[in-house]
């Protein structure tokens, strides 16, 4: 079986077959098409776990069907320009309305290839300002929100590691050097913010503000409260606690209980206790490499962040539950499908990534499949093809239950089980606003008391019609060549003679025909309207068939060795602890890692929030060591 990570592998001419597997992948939704690059790829017509050099994409205006292996009359795919990021495994997809920038911090801040897919052009565009971002080893948190042509990034690994630097001084040659990576590794990492909103040749990463948590393998999410909206994170690794392992380059997984809120028109970090719905088994295990998506009661008085996948430290191996994180009540739910056959069934998903279509269906896509207990967590979809384990599978949002199709007319109501546990009906008209303890913070009132607006991402691109610049002339055809001899006869100048003269003769037969012929018939009474047929999609706002913005992944692959990253390369890897081949049983063991020894938290007096700082002088984050 081929290593999942860390191996180079060789590069096909092209992909051929039916996509089987796809993992470490950039995945976003823009102009209503599923795009998906770099990361390792699985067809039925080639080799296993290879690099492709291409740019994959899914029309989703069309039903594509699920839980099976993706066709290969179902995507398609375009070559990517040399220098492209083939061999990234950051999985970071930002995006605006029109174009998805591949984004990996290890490789550079100042240059990042983007692929435009109204004018379908690749370009490596140079970003201004870069000096304000710091080079980073692993992926952080990131969103978008292509409204506003404003994307997100925090926390990631080398910029959290201030404390451990010390103790790798023995990796360096002198003092000199050690301090050198302590200047580069600041204790939090700011939130960095790629400003796109004048265009793609205008970007430019904004000062970074609001020191917060470092997000290793978790989620971040853009949600539409307070004035600009608001980044919402959890999850994950905490690289600066070492409480839960004896290996000291082994961060702990954070508490699913603690939900960061970064407000971007204030610039300040929250941190919100959550709660579980219906008790503490409805709070979600602590877990890396999940995904997440966000849907929107139809009224916004709601707004779910719904998860799946990831690795679970309790079990040692990938999950296959399902949660959701209601907002502004900052409760979770499991919500998990008892009917598992058209999702992973037995079995676990990691490094998967999220697409939410219209909020109703979150597409789940790619990722490591793999047993889902100690005693067996094997990979089962990295070897040969197989259709049980399929790329892609599809979560109704609004009944939390899997379907074997995607159904691009799907339209959302909010789920029976958020309503009857915040109040209001399927439209949303949420009866709770605030957490139970509530809001112990005037400026979290405010900021959840409001809404941004909703605005639709465009589902298609209106084809470019031919200016009247660009009409053939001899100083505009780009074939014309000044150097070739004279021209014969002015054919297009006859062509058009001729097709004039035609056009004429019929307008003066359609004349007579109109006031000789028709005039003569009965007026007959008007016709009546037809009605739309059964099946097809109203349009308006008002019938709910709103297109959401769709959410990325908030998933990455696990921690894994990495030169420089640690003193002897060893590093927490989930997928080698206590496998054990041969076992097909694959059932997954309760646990609950939520009380760890050695972690503390600080006291909360019965309140649900604390503020970060964003100062220079404000201690380390509470709850965190």
Same mark, same amino acid.
């Not at 609950?592 to 309140?607: F, K, M, Q, T, V």
């Given at each position: 079986m081929p290593t999942l990570y860390g191996e180079e592998h060789a590069l096909l001419p092209r992909a051929t077959g039916d996509l089987c597997t796809v993992i470490n992948q950039a995945t976003a939704i823009v102009g209503g098409k599923l795009f998906y690059a770099a990361g390792t790829y699985t067809f039925t017509d080639g080799n296993v776990q290879i690099r492709q050099r291409k740019l994959f994409s899914i029309d989703l205006s069309n039903p594509v069907t699920a839980h099976t292996t993706i066709k290969s009359n179902i995507y398609k795919s375009i070559d990517t320009p040399s220098g492209f990021p083939v061999n990234s495994d950051a999985g970071i997809g930002i995006y605006t309305n029109t174009t998805i920038y591949f984004y990996d911090p290890s490789i550079s801040n100042s240059k990042i290839w983007t692929y435009n897919a109204d004018t379908e052009e690749f370009k490596e565009i140079t970003v201004a300002d870069d000096q304000n971002v710091p080079e980073q080893i692993y992926a952080g948190g990131w969103a978008s929100d292509p409204a506003t042509g404003m994307m997100y990034y925090t926390g990631s690994y080398r910029n959290s590691q201030k404390k451990r630097k010390r103790s790798w001084g023995w990796l360096t040659s002198g003092k000199e050097e050690e301090n050198l990576l302590e200047k580069r590794a600041p204790t939090r990492p700011w939130m960095q913010i790629l400003d796109a909103s004048e265009g793609d040749d205008k970007v430019k990463w904004l000062e970074g503000a609001g020191r917060g948590p470092t997000l290793l393998y978790g989620t971040l999410q853009y949600v539409r409260y307070g004035k600009k909206g608001i980044l919402v994170g959890f999850g994950g690794v905490d690289p600066d606690d070492h409480s839960q392992f004896a290996d000291p380059n082994v961060g702990s997984y954070r508490d699913m209980r603690d939900i960061f809120v970064f407000d971007i028109d204030s610039q300040r970090w929250f941190t919100i206790q959550a709660t579980g719905g219906n008790g503490i088994r409805d709070?979600?295990?602590?877990?890396? *490499?999940?995904?997440?998506?966000?849907?929107?009661?139809?009224?916004? *008085?709601?707004?779910?962040?719904?998860?799946?996948?990831?690795?679970?430290?309790?079990?040692?191996?990938?999950?296959?539950?399902?949660?959701?994180?209601?907002?502004?009540?900052?409760?979770?739910?499991?919500?998990?499908?008892?009917?598992?056959?058209?999702g992973d069934d037995r079995w676990g998903r990691q490094t998967n990534k999220c697409a939410m279509w219209n909020d109703a269906q979150m597409i789940v896509f790619g990722g490591q499949i793999q047993g889902n207990n100690a005693r067996n967590n094997t990979p089962v979809n990295t070897g040969a093809c197989n259709a049980t384990h399929p790329?892609?599978?599809?979560?109704?949002?609004?009944?939390?239950?899997?379907?074997?199709?995607?159904?691009?007319?799907?339209?959302?109501?909010?789920?029976?089980?958020?309503?009857?546990?915040?109040?209001?009906?399927?439209?949303?008209?949420?009866?709770?606003?605030?957490?139970?303890?509530?809001?112990?913070?005037?400026?979290?009132?405010?900021?959840?008391?409001?809404?941004?607006?909703?605005?639709?991402?465009?589902?298609?691109?209106?084809?470019?019609? @031919?200016?009247?610049?660009?009409?053939?002339?001899?100083? *505009?055809? @780009?074939?014309?060549?000044?150097?070739?001899?004279?021209?014969?006869?002015?054919?297009?100048?006859?062509?058009?003679?001729?097709?004039?003269?035609?056009?004429?003769?019929?307008?003066?037969?359609?004349?007579?025909?109109?006031?000789?012929?028709?005039?003569?018939?009965?007026?007959?009474?008007?016709?009546?309207?037809?009605?739309?047929?059964?099946?097809?999609?109203?349009?308006?706002?008002?019938?709910?068939m709103r297109y959401e913005k769709p959410e990325l992944d908030g998933s990455q692959q696990p921690l894994q060795a990495q030169a420089g990253a640690a003193g002897n390369g060893e590093v927490f890897d989930a997928l080698k602890q206590n496998a054990q081949p041969g076992n097909e049983v694959a059932m997954e063991l309760p646990g609950d890692e939520r009380l760890r020894p050695g972690l503390e938290r600080?006291? *909360?007096?019965?309140?649900?929030?604390?503020?970060?700082d964003s100062g220079e002088t404000r201690g380390e984050l509470p709850g965190s060591r």
């Amino acid at each position: 079986m081929p290593t999942l990570y860390g191996e180079e592998h060789a590069l096909l001419p092209r992909a051929t077959g039916d996509l089987c597997t796809v993992i470490n992948q950039a995945t976003a939704i823009v102009g209503g098409k599923l795009f998906y690059a770099a990361g390792t790829y699985t067809f039925t017509d080639g080799n296993v776990q290879i690099r492709q050099r291409k740019l994959f994409s899914i029309d989703l205006s069309n039903p594509v069907t699920a839980h099976t292996t993706i066709k290969s009359n179902i995507y398609k795919s375009i070559d990517t320009p040399s220098g492209f990021p083939v061999n990234s495994d950051a999985g970071i997809g930002i995006y605006t309305n029109t174009t998805i920038y591949f984004y990996d911090p290890s490789i550079s801040n100042s240059k990042i290839w983007t692929y435009n897919a109204d004018t379908e052009e690749f370009k490596e565009i140079t970003v201004a300002d870069d000096q304000n971002v710091p080079e980073q080893i692993y992926a952080g948190g990131w969103a978008s929100d292509p409204a506003t042509g404003m994307m997100y990034y925090t926390g990631s690994y080398r910029n959290s590691q201030k404390k451990r630097k010390r103790s790798w001084g023995w990796l360096t040659s002198g003092k000199e050097e050690e301090n050198l990576l302590e200047k580069r590794a600041p204790t939090r990492p700011w939130m960095q913010i790629l400003d796109a909103s004048e265009g793609d040749d205008k970007v430019k990463w904004l000062e970074g503000a609001g020191r917060g948590p470092t997000l290793l393998y978790g989620t971040l999410q853009y949600v539409r409260y307070g004035k600009k909206g608001i980044l919402v994170g959890f999850g994950g690794v905490d690289p600066d606690d070492h409480s839960q392992f004896a290996d000291p380059n082994v961060g702990s997984y954070r508490d699913m209980r603690d939900i960061f809120v970064f407000d971007i028109d204030s610039q300040r970090w929250f941190t919100i206790q959550a709660t579980g719905g219906n008790g503490i088994r409805d709070i979600p295990d602590g877990r890396l *490499s999940f995904c997440s998506g966000v849907s929107a009661a139809p009224d916004d *008085s709601s707004f779910q962040i719904t998860i799946y996948g990831g690795y679970k430290l309790s079990n040692v191996a990938a999950t296959n539950r399902v949660h959701v994180l209601i907002l502004p009540t900052f409760q979770w739910l499991d919500v998990t499908p008892s009917d598992q056959r058209l999702g992973d069934d037995r079995w676990g998903r990691q490094t998967n990534k999220c697409a939410m279509w219209n909020d109703a269906q979150m597409i789940v896509f790619g990722g490591q499949i793999q047993g889902n207990n100690a005693r067996n967590n094997t990979p089962v979809n990295t070897g040969a093809c197989n259709a049980t384990h399929p790329p892609l599978v599809v979560l109704d949002t609004t009944v939390f239950e899997w379907t074997d199709e995607f159904n691009p007319n799907r339209s959302y109501s909010q789920p029976k089980q958020v309503y009857e546990l915040i109040g209001g009906d399927w439209r949303g008209l949420a009866g709770r606003k605030e957490p139970p303890n509530g809001f112990d913070n005037t400026l979290l009132e405010d900021i959840f008391a409001t809404t941004v607006q909703r605005i639709d991402q465009p589902t298609a691109f209106s084809a470019t019609s @031919p200016s009247p610049s660009t009409s053939t002339s001899a100083g *505009s055809n @780009p074939n014309n060549n000044t150097d070739s001899e004279p021209s014969g006869p002015n054919t297009a100048g006859i062509a058009g003679g001729v097709v004039g003269g035609v056009l004429g003769i019929a307008l003066i037969v359609g004349l007579i025909w109109f006031f000789f012929i028709r005039k003569r018939q009965p007026e007959e009474e008007d016709m009546p309207s037809i009605p739309l047929a059964t099946g097809i999609a109203p349009t308006g706002r008002h019938q709910m068939m709103r297109y959401e913005k769709p959410e990325l992944d908030g998933s990455q692959q696990p921690l894994q060795a990495q030169a420089g990253a640690a003193g002897n390369g060893e590093v927490f890897d989930a997928l080698k602890q206590n496998a054990q081949p041969g076992n097909e049983v694959a059932m997954e063991l309760p646990g609950d890692e939520r009380l760890r020894p050695g972690l503390e938290r600080a006291p *909360s007096n019965g309140r649900s929030v604390y503020e970060l700082d964003s100062g220079e002088t404000r201690g380390e984050l509470p709850g965190s060591r």
